[in-house]
C-alpha cells in the first residue's frame, strides 16, 4: 500500500489535499486530461459532487464542486487529509497536544459506484490549517 511510512504513528503518510473547484468538470478535466491523474471516485451531485483523483504515487487530489469565483489566498487549501491506521488513537493523541477538534472519528461511506468506508476525523494544526485523518476500513483501499 502506498504511503506505509511511519512518520505518522499508526499508518502514516499523506493521503489528499482537497480543493473546492467553481467549475467542477473543468478542473477535473484540467487534473485528468492535461497532467494525467486518474479518477479513481466520483460521487453527489451539483454542488455536493466530489472526485477522487489518484496523482500517479497512490496520492490524492480530492475535488469537491461549490468553490467560490476568484483568486484564492496563499495556502487557500480547502484541508489536507493524512493517511493512519488508527484515526481514533491518533486523534486521542492530538486532543492531548490540545489541538481543536473539527470533528470526531465517524465512519463515513463514500457513495461511488461502487460504495467505499472510511473513517476520518478533523482537527485545527497550529496555524489554524484544517487537517483530516483518513483510514479506509473496506475492501477498497485509498
Known amino acids: 500500500m502506498a504511503g506505509t ?11 489528499h489535499v482537497a480543493i473546492k473547484a467553481v467549475d467542477f468538470e473543468k478542473t477535473v478535466a484540467f487534473y485528468t486530461e492535461l ?3 486518474e479518477t479513481r471516485l466520483t460521487w453527489g451531485e ?4 466530489g472526485a477522487l483523483l489518484d496523482t500517479g504515487d497512490g496520492n490524492y487530489l480530492e475535488v469537491f ?4 469565483k476568484g483568486l484564492k489566498p496563499a495556502g487557500g487549501f480547502y484541508h489536507i ?7 481514533d488513537g491518533l486523534i486521542e493523541r492530538v486532543r492531548a497536544t490540545g489541538a481543536e477538534i473539527t470533528v470526531e472519528p465517524k465512519d463515513v461511506v463514500i457513495q461511488s ?8 476525523a478533523f482537527f485545527n494544526g497550529p496555524d ?15
Do not use: M, Y
Open 81 to 87: 487529509a493524512l493517511r493512519t491506521d488508527d484515526v
Open 5 to 15: 511510512n511511519k512518520i505518522i504513528k499508526g499508518g502514516g503518510g499523506f493521503h
Open 46 to 49: 451539483g454542488d455536493g459532487r
Open 35 to 37: 497532467l494525467g491523474f
Open 65 to 68: 464542486a461549490g468553490g467560490e
Open 113 to 120: 459506484a461502487v460504495p467505499v468506508p472510511i473513517r476520518i
Open 128 to 142: 489554524g490549517e484544517s487537517i483530516e485523518l483518513f483510514q479506509s476500513t473496506g475492501a477498497i483501499k485509498l
